[in-house]
């Protein structure tokens, strides 16, 4: 079995996920290559969100009865986890959404319905990037449309890192908000977040980061970050579906609108008018996801039992050990940064003339799990000259056996197709 320095003990950590033991399709072996798109989710979360249900479940925050004041502690102490797991000044910065897309549209729509000095209007500009996903193109685009702003982006290097040559130009004294996505979906670029903020900062506009693809894999301090707003979601990061979070900043918390009514998110309702409550609540209307965020606060507490430094070395070992094997895959191609440097722990490529859809059904037939198509960046697939890519992503529990069993499957592949 291959030996790599810095991984974790991954025989270990897969005895946490039963869903790894699954044999598919005659009895093979599965091996999920698809993390980028969804983790798995170990027992200790699983266990709890079971022990939620089956023992504190109700409604939170205005009963008064033992479950409901159960169930509000165990909501109010999911926010303290990712407030530490993020190193969040305060708490209170902590807002739950569905998953990052609804923590982006939040931003979107806040800034569209503010006041000055924050408003986006017809003289402002927005920027982001040509390799957002699409949660960070089309609500800006939304946001644009309804205001008259200007949607700028920067563009794309030939080895899929940002062209920031023109930076001065793209982010200038108009520019309200820049929103860009720290780790690529699709490339698995890393951006140089400080350069952005600086120039953000310089002219005064908002920064908004989407982490959905950082908080995973690698310690995120918000406050290191500078940014203004920060989204992630929870389903990438071995929590459950259908919840995620928008770190903001408490100063623009307090100053911006909120964004859906109803109830919870209020203080006082007449006929006539409503006045509403501090955030985090102000922007929480509404039953919140409440097992879904208890949920996070268990695999918050998982990752961090084995530590976001050690998942970042163990997922750049894999990653390196991938690149190096991939590029021995004749007639392979590596869209984004070929190299283990400066990159996530997601690989997109091609292989010759064969569509990464035939490319992933024939991997599945062979057990192995990997995402296929525009992975919701098609600007990036645009840019590139290519109909789609297949994407490998890899994780906490991924190993060289993973790796090696995808080159062998890539081989099967390319003998199908002759």
């Given at each position: ?53 089956e023992q504190h479940n109700a409604n939170v925050h205005r009963g008064v009865h033992v479950l409901a004041e159960e169930a509000t502690a165990l909501y109010e102490g999911a926010r303290d986890k990712v407030a530490e797991f993020i190193n969040a000044p ?122 959905s693809q950082a908080a995973p894999h690698m310690p995120l301090d918000v406050q290191a970050l500078q940014a203004d707003f920060v989204a992630f979601t929870g389903h990438k990061m071995c929590g459950p579906t259908g919840i995620g979070v928008l770190w ?32 985090p609540h102000k922007f929480e209307a509404g039953t919140p996801p409440i097992a879904q965020a208890v949920g996070l606060g268990a695999a918050i507490d998982y990752l961090s039992a084995i530590g976001m430094d050690k998942i970042l070395a163990h997922e ?103």
């Open positions: 079995m291959t030996q790599l320095p810095g991984l974790l003990d991954t025989e270990a950590l897969r005895k946490d996920f039963p869903i790894l033991d699954r044999v598919v399709h005659d009895g093979k072996k599965l091996v999920y290559l698809d993390n980028a798109a969804t983790s798995q989710t170990p027992r200790q979360v699983l266990d709890v969100l079971s022990e939620y249900y305060s708490r209170d910065e902590v807002i739950f959404t569905k998953n990052a897309s609804e923590s982006l549209n939040l931003v979107a729509n806040m800034l569209g319905w503010a006041d000055e000095p924050y408003r986006v209007d017809h003289e402002t500009e927005i920027v982001i990037t040509e390799m957002e996903h699409h949660s960070n193109i089309v609500p800006w685009q939304l946001l644009a449309q309804r205001t008259g702003a200007k949607l700028k982006w920067f563009g794309l290097t030939d080895d899929g890192r940002l062209d920031l040559s023109d930076i001065d130009e793209i982010i200038t004294e108009k520019t309200k908000i820049v929103s860009f996505v720290l780790v690529s979906n699709i490339l698995g670029t890393v951006n140089p977040v400080e350069a952005i903020v600086r120039r953000a900062q310089e002219v005064g506009a908002l920064v908004c980061v989407d982490a903001g900043r408490q100063e623009l918390l307090e100053d911006l609108p909120p964004f859906l009514g109803g109830g919870e998110m209020i203080e006082t309702v007449s006929m006539s008018s409503s006045t509403y409550a501090p955030a750049h070992a894999i990653t390196e050990y991938a690149v190096k094997r991939l590029l021995e895959v004749p007639d392979l191609r590596i869209i984004g940064p070929a190299t283990a440097e400066e990159r996530g722990a997601a690989i997109s490529f091609t292989l010759g003339d064969i569509h990464p859809h035939d490319v992933g059904q024939v991997l599945d037939e062979q057990g192995i799990a990997v995402r296929v198509g525009h992975h919701c960046a098609r600007p990036v697939c645009l840019r590139y000259g290519i109909p789609a890519t297949t994407r490998a992503s890899f994780y906490l529990y991924s190993t060289p056996a993973d790796i090696d069993a995808l080159v062998d499957g890539l081989e099967h592949v390319r003998n199908f197709f002759g």
